[in-house]
């Protein structure tokens, strides 16, 4: 039983990270219903920039974050400037190639730069309580509370603010929302920024709890993220959050009580067994055909 | 005005004659019927001549089947994913399939002695299956579309991965070492022929008709009285087949294969290929595969940045030609004849029926 | 016998009543039109008698044979076919071959054949292929056969849909809205155009219109939905003076 609790936090700290790097899938095709490829690797220069911040400027934990969060965002609003708005009326796989390419040359420029695995330094000093042979650690508290803390921001964003109102709208409608006076670029601008810098904050967690990073960490944890986001319902934040936890448990059950190998084999099989019960996911609604 | 009479006055109207110089090349290649029958017949002499008399070095022979290989994924992958319009992501899961029904039959069933004999049927054998669980994996298709179905092909390709990861007998993760190259240049043409042709005859029939109605608005296609599970299935299988048989010819010709070759990153590098030919074009297919290859190569002197200037290009690409290279075009002389000149046969026959004398 | 037979179908959608205790019988070679307001499950018919949905309660009957429970494509190849309100072409193909298309069930060949261009494979696309380019020269379409569907202007393309539909070799053709978007000169033209289309072909024809002018023109009986259920049957004459019909068009009290 103490050994299920343990195992339950580590899940809860997995799956908290898979929900932040889900919703920045979610969110992007929310609005454009365009799977961002590229969110994966965001992920990993986030871990990076953690990186950077704290080995070359020295910083401590809470600035990384938010240097990593502002860097990253940046870069996604950039990127969405510079890749994909002027694809937005072409074939949607362009837009989706064009994500993977830019994925590929994110991961590939990192390498450029750092062929071998990098060691984050300890930005936390780690304390760990005992409490009925359940080992907490205070890195464990500290990546669910901030995580699940950037979900309840997220949420309130999305659910209370002009910008959460505009952004709910457009992926209502893209075509007539924008003819009543909303600024699509802006939000969709917004949406990118809000969406990338969870994705950095989820890379800086990451980077804290499995502390050696490298240019293709992005990839396996990026899909995993999205097949969360699938789960939950594409397109819907609380979906995102909500598959991203069960993802998490999943992989670590499954690890915990069977031969690790079996991980991404039970994973996926899991996937499409709830496909086929759930087309449309936990949250997600079908959109209805016009005939 | 006398500017564009004088070519060669100012290096842009130079550069421009040239580009026109190119164009009718071009066109001339894209539109000669002859073009065809000369490049199977020159080929196929070639892939002989070349290893026999070592017209080319090794690496280039070596570069030559990996064309042929990625070709074979490319145009098979187009049959899903730009002739149906759905987005399977899991091309690697079928090819790794192929691959390890062909390897366990080079290295533990067959004798040694047999093995360039019984080459032809170890591929077809990696074929088939991959054709087989191409056909378990079109049962979601009936149902699912879209992203989702992006989702099932891609846990197809890591449930794939993950079982082979999970048999000890064939290598587990460790893969199969040790597998004869039997992969030569002649086989890989022929393959890569009959896989053209193949998809193309496919393309180019009723149930190739009914793939393609699918991806303008499956509803209709449905009303029209297509049988739409039937020729998903189809298109499914056929393309899962020819995936397992460049997975056979590439496991022959890499010598070592393990569940880790077959991963993610194999099917993106065949949807790049895919999207930079362009969707729906088998002449696409053809030069995105050997674009790709080639460039892969040429730039190899630039190391690691070669890796990073490959992505920028598909990105340059896709903004800039968002339909690839060819985009729902084909060269003429991959049309069937009767296809290509039907209108204007019809035209003929109505000529010669209203043109004789009524009684 | 009825060529169709329509017994007490009711749809729901959710909680929704969109159809409810829909009764129609079609004689062979009558043109029958149903109207009503927007939302009033005209469409939803359609889609109930081509498969596209499957009915919640009642049974409808081509030639004797249930429909319910069938796919689309099977009741196509029964003898029902469609075109629609805002037209479903396949946009990116040419106009021959979005007739081709609907001959799938009358191309006689296997699938291995196909792949490999043998046996029946050349004398059946030679035959449906002509056969597309004859049933496109009769619409005067034949000039387009390699055009884009796309392409094509917006009459053009109501009459290829028409044209596609027809290749299917159906008895009944459903016609759902096929005036949307015509002026009355145009509109004019439509009539004549059913009308010598229904004796070509030996059709049965029903149809959706929002247009008067049309069906009263045209229709030898009509049906009136509004809000799912069957408010007024008859002859157009009689559909133009009924009560019921005048309230749920112009609202309460709309016949002062």
């Known amino acids: 039983m103490t050994y299920f609790f343990q195992q339950s936090l580590n899940a809860l700290q997995l799956g908290s990270i898979y929900a932040l790097i889900a919703l920045g899938y979610t969110m992007v095709y929310g609005i454009l219903t365009m799977i961002n490829f590229a969110h994966g690797d965001l992920f990993m220069v986030g871990a990076f920039f953690t990186f950077i911040a704290a080995v070359y400027l020295g910083l401590p934990f809470v600035p990384t974050l938010v240097v990593s969060m502002i860097v990253v965002g940046l870069l996604g609003v950039l990127i969405e400037r510079v890749a994909y708005r002027p694809l937005r009326n072409a074939p949607r796989v362009s837009a989706v190639i064009t994500a993977l390419g830019v994925g590929l040359f994110l991961e590939n420029f990192t390498l450029v730069f750092y062929p071998y695995p990098q060691h984050i330094p300890t930005l936390i000093q780690n304390t760990t309580w005992n409490i009925a042979g359940v080992s907490i650690s205070s890195l464990q508290i500290i990546i669910i509370l901030l995580s699940i803390g950037l979900m309840v921001m997220l949420d309130l964003i999305v659910r209370k603010t002009m910008v959460g109102m505009a952004m709910r709208a457009i992926s209502w409608d893209k075509a007539i929302i924008p003819l009543m006076g909303v600024p699509l670029n802006l939000i969709v601008s917004a949406t990118f920024a809000l969406g990338t810098s969870l994705g950095a904050a989820a890379g800086t967690m990451y980077a804290l709890a499995f502390p050696v990073i490298d240019p293709y960490m992005g990839i396996m944890i990026g899909w995993k993220a999205f097949i969360s986001a699938v789960v939950g319902g594409i397109g819907n934040i609380r979906g995102a959050m909500i598959g991203g936890f069960i993802l998490g448990t999943v992989e670590i059950m499954v690890a915990a009580f069977m031969p690790s190998t079996y991980r991404d084999f039970v994973a996926f099989a899991l996937l499409l067994v709830l496909l086929i019960f759930r087309p449309y996911g936990i949250l997600g609604k079908p959109r209805p055909q016009k005939v | ?359 | 016998m009825a060529l169709l037979r329509a017994d007490h179908v009711t749809h729901y959608f959710g909680g929704l009543c969109a159809v409810s205790d829909f009764n129609l019988e079609l004689e062979s070679g009558e043109l029958v039109g149903i109207i009503g307001p927007n939302g009033a499950g005209k469409t939803t018919v359609f889609n109930l008698i081509t498969g596209v949905y499957k009915a919640t309660e009642g049974s409808i009957h081509l030639d004797g044979q249930e429909l319910v429970g069938r796919k689309p494509n099977a009741i196509t190849q029964l003898g029902i076919a469609r075109t629609f309100q805002n037209i479903r072409l396949f946009k990116d193909l040419t106009v021959l071959d979005n007739v081709r298309i609907a001959y799938y069930n009358w191309l006689k060949y296997s699938s291995w054949e196909s792949l490999l261009h043998i046996g029946r494979y050349r004398a059946q696309e030679e035959l449906y292929t002509n056969k597309a380019l004859d049933l496109l020269e009769f619409f005067k379409l034949d000039q387009f056969a390699d055009e884009l569907a796309k392409n094509l202007p917006y009459g053009s393309q109501r009459r290829l849909e028409i044209a596609r539909a027809l290749a299917t070799g159906p008895k009944l053709l459903l016609l759902d809205e096929p005036a949307a978007g015509m002026n009355p000169r145009e509109i004019e033209q439509l009539m004549e155009f059913i009308l010598w289309v229904r004796k070509e072909f030996g059709l049965t024809i029903l149809l959706i219109e929002h247009q008067m002018r049309l069906v009263m023109g045209i229709c030898e009986r009509l049906k009136v939905l509004d809000f799912g259920a069957t408010i007024a049957e008859g002859l157009p004459a009689e559909i133009r003076a009924h009560p019921k019909v005048l309230e749920a068009y112009l609202g309460e009290g709309g016949d002062q």
């Open chain 2, 1 to 359: 005005m006398i500017m564009d009479n004088t070519p060669s006055s100012t290096p842009v109207s130079k550069g421009h004659a040239l580009v026109q110089q190119l164009k009718m090349q071009w066109d001339r290649i894209a539109n000669n019927r002859k073009v065809f029958p000369i490049v199977l017949v020159v080929g196929f002499i070639l892939s002989i001549l070349v290893p026999r008399f070592g017209l080319v070095n090794e690496y280039v022979q070596l570069i030559i089947i990996y064309i042929g290989i990625n070709i074979i994924l490319t145009t098979s992958l187009n049959l899903i994913n730009g002739y149906m319009g759905e987005f399977s992501v899991g091309h690697a899961g079928f090819m790794a399939v192929g691959a390890y029904v062909s390897a366990i039959f080079t290295t533990k069933l067959l004798p040694e002695n047999l093995l360039a004999a019984f080459f032809p049927l170890v591929v077809l054998a990696g074929g088939i299956g991959a054709a087989l669980v191409g056909l378990l994996v079109s049962v979601p298709s009936f149902k699912t579309r879209g992203d989702y179905l992006a989702i099932v092909t891609l846990a197809f390709n890591m449930i794939v991965k993950s079982v082979i990861e999970n048999i000890e007998a064939i290598g587990g993760p460790r893969g199969i070492p040790g597998i004869a190259k039997l992969t030569t240049l002649p086989w890989t043409f022929f393959w890569t022929v009959l896989a053209i042709l193949v998809i193309r005859n496919f393309v180019y029939s009723n149930y190739g008709r009914g793939v393609q109605s699918i991806r303008e608005d499956e509803i209709a296609s449905d009303l029209m009285g297509v049988n739409t599970n039937k020729v998903k299935l189809l298109a499914f299988t056929l393309s899962s087949f020819f995936a397992g048989v460049a997975g056979a010819l590439f496991a022959h010709v890499l010598q070592f294969i393990s569940p880790k070759v077959f991963d993610i990153l194999k099917s993106t590098d065949v949807l790049i290929m895919v999207y930079l030919g362009g969707i729906g074009s088998i002449t696409g297919s053809i030069l995105g595969a050997t674009a790709y290859t080639v460039l892969l190569e040429v730039l190899r002197p630039f190391g690691m940045w070669r890796m990073v200037l490959m992505p920028l290009m598909l990105v340059l690409l896709m903004i800039f030609r968002p339909r690839g290279i060819m985009g729902m075009s084909e060269f003429r002389w991959l049309i069937p004849g009767f296809d290509l000149y039907a209108i204007k046969y019809w035209r003929r026959k109505k000529e010669v029926s209203s043109g004789t004398p009524t009684s």
